[in-house]
Nanobody, 113 residues
C-alpha cells in the first residue's frame, strides 16, 4: 500500500526556517521523481519543487530559498525552507512528480509574526 506521510510543519516567524520530511512506503521510492506541492488558504494546490535523477527544479516563488533533497536509503524526501515569507503559509504535500500517487495529509506551515 502506497503511503506518503509529511511532517515538520510548524508556526514560524517571517525570515525563519523549517525542514519538512516525507516518509514514503509501498513503492520503489528511489526510482521515482518526487516533488513537493503546497496549497495555500483559498488557493489551488501548486507545485513547489522536484528532484529527479540529478535534476532539481523549483517554482520561481521559492527558488533560492528552498532546497529539495532525498535520502533513498531512508525512503524520505526533504524540503529545507529558509527565509520564509507570509506567502509560504500553506499545507505542504509530497508526491511523485506525476502527482499520481495517493495524497497524504500534508503538513501545515504557518508563517506569522
Amino acid at each position: 500500500q502506497v503511503q506518503l506521510v509529511e511532517s515538520g510543519g510548524d508556526l514560524v516567524q517571517p525570515g525563519g526556517s523549517l525542514r519538512l520530511s516525507c516518509a514514503a512506503s509501498g513503492f520503489t521510492f528511489s526510482t521515482y521523481a518526487m516533488s513537493w506541492y503546497r496549497r495555500a488558504p483559498g488557493k489551488e494546490r501548486e507545485w513547489v519543487a522536484t528532484t529527479a535523477k540529478g535534476i532539481i527544479m523549483y517554482a520561481d516563488s521559492v527558488r533560492g530559498r528552498f532546497t529539495i533533497s532525498r535520502d533513498n536509503a531512508k525512503n524520505t524526501l526533504y524540503l529545507q525552507m529558509n527565509s520564509l515569507k507570509f506567502d509560504d503559509t500553506a499545507v505542504y504535500f509530497c508526491n511523485a512528480a506525476s502527482g499520481l500517487l495517493p495524497w497524504g495529509q500534508g503538513t501545515q506551515v504557518t508563517v506569522s509574526s
